[in-house]
């Protein structure tokens, strides 16, 4: 699978919209980016996925550039149960089973 | 609601004794999962099961045990042999067809620890 890279932390005030980098320039074509969160003492929540086109659901937006070496998770309008470690991981279109998360990055929304 | 259950939530284990961790989906997915997470690190995969009665080791399955008798249930065994069982344990499923394409959904964990 590609490497990730996130920034360890940051913050956000509540009602913003959070901004999450990820790179992932070693990317190849067939792997796909997920997110995830953990918040403290709970299993992993998916939040979204995509290839290459941008994505959108009920929890957050995913936009991929068009390059595929980065992307950005976007919760449009974060809480404070939006605190959390988020992941970002990138999956190869194969006989790939395990997810491999990294460090992640600890968002904290702050009131 | 559909989802994944675990138990229990925490578990505590004497030296030589095997415990078994639950792991139950109503998803109706195909494929199920264990992994274990130490703190401060990420997951590392224990088993794996893409249908029932069959199940592969990941990448740290020593000292670990699991069977996969019903669609619906993966449970976990961490028998005597493994040394350092202290962890939060995670199960997850998914649909078992083109895996990248499909998440994996986790269940709360099950935190052991050695008395």
């Known amino acids: 699978d590609a490497k990730t890279t996130q920034p360890p932390s940051m913050d956000c005030a509540e009602g913003r919209a959070a901004n999450l980098p990820c790179n992932h320039s070693t990317i190849s074509g067939n792997e796909y980016v997920y997110w995830y969160r953990q918040i403290h003492s709970q299993g992993p929540q998916y939040i979204i996925h995509g290839l290459k086109n941008n994505e959108t659901n009920e929890m957050a937006s995913l936009i991929i550039t068009e390059d595929r070496k980065s992307s950005t998770l976007i919760l449009p309008h974060a809480t404070l149960r939006d605190t959390a470690v988020y992941y970002c991981i990138v999956r190869f279109r194969g006989n790939d089973y395990k997810l491999s998360f990294g460090a992640g990055t600890t968002v904290t929304v702050r009131a | 609601d559909g989802g994944i259950t675990q138990s229990p939530k925490y578990l505590f284990r004497k030296e030589g004794q095997n415990v078994t961790l639950s792991c139950e989906q109503n998803l109706n997915h195909d494929a199920m999962y264990w992994y274990r997470q130490d703190p401060g690190q990420g997951l590392r995969l224990i088993y794996y099961?893409?249908?029932?009665?069959?199940?592969q080791k990941g990448d740290i399955a020593e000292g670990y045990s699991v069977s996969r008798e019903k669609k619906e249930s993966f449970p976990l065994t961490v028998t005597s042999a493994q040394k350092n069982p202290t962890a939060f344990y995670l199960c997850?499923?998914?649909?078992?067809?083109?895996?990248?394409?499909?998440?994996?959904?986790f269940g709360d964990g099950t935190r052991l620890s050695i008395l």
């Open positions: 997850a499923s998914s649909m078992g067809r083109d895996r990248a394409r499909q998440p994996q959904h």
């Open positions: 099961s893409q249908i029932v009665n069959d199940f």
